[in-house]
Every structure is written in C-alpha cells, then in structure tokens.
C-alpha cells in the first residue's frame, strides 16, 4: 500500500482534473480520544465515492448522506471552506461513534483547485517535503517546499498543513523473514527497498512493489541517503554484509536502525564494532538489537509481526517498555 495521504491526494486530483466535484476533509482538532490523529485527511465525491478516513465510519457516513448524491438527498456546496465539530454532546458522541466522548473538527473544502493538486501531487512523488497552506476566508492555496515535518497548524485566518514525503524501509538480506516484514511495512505505508548481493538469495524474491539493489549494503545505505522518515533494518545474520551497513545508517538521520539476532550475537556486534571500528557506546546508542518486541514470536511471520510493531512504535514516539525502564532507572540514579 502507497503512502495515504499521497493516495488520497492522488484520486482528488484525479477526480477534479475530470471535471467532478469533490471535497477535501482534514482532522484540524480533536478533544478526548479521537480514532484519527490531526492531520488526516479524506476526499469524498459528488457521486459518494470515499477515500481516506478521520474516523472509524461513521463520521464518513455522515458526510456521505450531506455532501454528497449517495443517498438522493446530499447537497455539495460552494465557496470558503466551513468548520465542522462532531461529538461535542455525549449523544452525538456515541452516535458517532467517537470513544470516551471524544469530538474532533474538520475543515472541509469544496471543489479543491485541480492545477495545485496536481502540482502538490508530482512534488510528493518526486520525494519532496510539501506545505500546503489554506487561507479559511476563500479557500485559497499556496504550496511551498518545506525543510522539516510540522506539525498541523491552524488559526482564525488559515491551515498549513505538511504532506509527505512517505516513509522508506531499507532492508538488508532477502528471505523469508524479509518477505513477511516488506508485507506488513508496504501495508503500512512504507516504501520498500531489498538490498542483497547475494544471487541465490534475491533472485528467489517473489514480492512485488520492491525495489532491488545487489550493491554492498555499506553502498547502498549511502545510496539510499537515509532521512527522519527512513528505517533501516539488517537481516542477514553476516557481520560481512550487516555490520557496515549499519554504521553508516548510525551516521544517518534514520529514526530506526536495528539488526536481528539473539541478545548474545548483538552483543558481540557491539563489541566489534567498538574494537574494530572505532565506535563507542554513545556512538552504538541508536542501534537497535535484538530488534522486535517481545511477544514470545518464534516463526518468521510472528517475528515480523514484532519488529514491524516496534518500528511503527519508534515511527510513533511511543516509548517501549524496555525503554521506559531505562528511563525510569536513569531518573532514580539522577
């Protein structure tokens, strides 16, 4: 699966290049527990055609019967973008479906201009860092380039808003494993990358929508040019492809960098790199291993399962429980 908001973007481009009438809706605030963070968006058609989500349903099935023909009776306006709260009584709260009485608001905007889609839309492809930003008073857009990911702004006069570029998984070592975590990464957004030198390996590759490189995976992480949207994960189990890999993705600005292996063979990398290689262990802290959370995983799809889990954790800020008691050991000491 394709970054989302790339792809939602993409089909309301689509839509109103065709000449159809749409909607753009973005999660601006939310209050109490919300099933969708700040910042997501959905494109809903005249016709009832949906793409995207800022709930769990049932706010989209609402917009659905208002905006839009689905149901005979759903009127698309024109002009300025409108705000839109749900869930600010308990009763709408849980006909809404919204948890713990949550409500959120929505920006939704009418009839999106196609020429700056379709600009914003080729910028993100080409791996840019975008700021769209809406002016509330008419709906109009200006695009710029941006340096950094933000945060969703928005104020009484306008909403700035920054999309991608998509988060990228480097792996190092095809094989089963690999197969089962590029899956779950691809359904998670993920644009997926396989390095592997060795011919039996990657020439026994079967999934599709991943790019291949043969070249040394030291090569390749410095090809790759990891940034703050990059994991880089070593999988092979051969210190010869894994370990300088993984050095020079600790010089980069990936948020993840781990290998597999046991407890024991992570720290004998360790030890390696710090007597073969000049590392120390603030220079190691970053690196990740034995990667995955534990959940008792003993199958490669299992063990997938709990390295994905621990990479969208890291991807998320949210602290682990082995992290969380390293902290809280680091504050007792303190």
């Known amino acids: 699966m394709e970054n989302l908001d790339v792809m939602v973007l993409r089909t309301l481009r689509d839509w109103r290049l065709a000449g159809r009438r749409a909607l753009l809706s973005t999660v601006v605030r939310t209050w109490g527990s919300s099933p969708r963070p700040v910042g997501s ?6 016709d009832g055609a949906v793409v995207g989500s800022v709930s769990g349903g049932c706010i989209e099935d609402d917009l659905i019967a208002r905006y839009s023909r689905a149901h005979g009776d759903g009127v698309m306006p024109t002009g300025a973008p409108a705000l839109v709260k749900y869930g600010i009584t308990a009763d709408e709260a849980h006909r809404f479906g919204l948890p713990c009485g949550g409500t959120l608001e929505l920006l939704l905007e009418y009839d999106p201009d196609a020429e700056s889609l379709k600009t914003l839309v080729a910028a993100l492809e080409q791996g840019q860092l ?5 002016q509330l008073a008419d709906g109009a857009v200006a695009l710029a380039e941006a340096t950094s990911p933000a945060e969703l702004l928005v104020d009484d006069t306008e909403l700035v808003n920054t999309f ?3 988060y990228r998984m480097l792996l190092i070592g095809a094989g089963q494993l690999a197969e089962y975590l590029a899956t779950m990464a691809k359904f998670s957004g993920f644009a997926v990358t396989l390095c592997d030198p060795r011919t039996e390996y990657h020439t026994a590759w079967t999934l599709p929508g991943v790019a ?14 990891p940034d703050r949207r990059t994991c880089v994960v070593a999988l092979t189990h051969d210190p010869k492809l894994d370990d300088l890999a993984l050095l020079e993705a600790l010089q980069s600005e990936a948020f993840y960098v781990g290998a597999i292996g046991s407890r024991r063979n992570a720290e004998a990398r360790r030890e390696r790199m710090i007597e073969h290689f000049e590392q120390t262990e603030q220079s190691l802290a970053r690196l990740r291993g034995p990667i995955g959370i534990y959940i008792g995983s003993k199958t490669p799809p299992e063990i997938a399962v709990s390295v994905m889990a621990e990479i969208l954790a890291v991807k998320n800020a949210v602290a682990l429980p082995r992290e969380a008691a390293v902290a809280v050991a680091k504050a007792a000491v303190g």
Do not use: C, N, S, Y
């Open 41 to 46: 968006i959905m494109a809903l058609a005249e």
């Open 130 to 134: 975008m700021q769209r930003t809406v």
């Open 212 to 225: 291949i490189t043969t070249e040394m995976p030291d090569d390749a992480v410095t090809a790759f040019k």
């Open 164 to 166: 991608g570029p998509e």
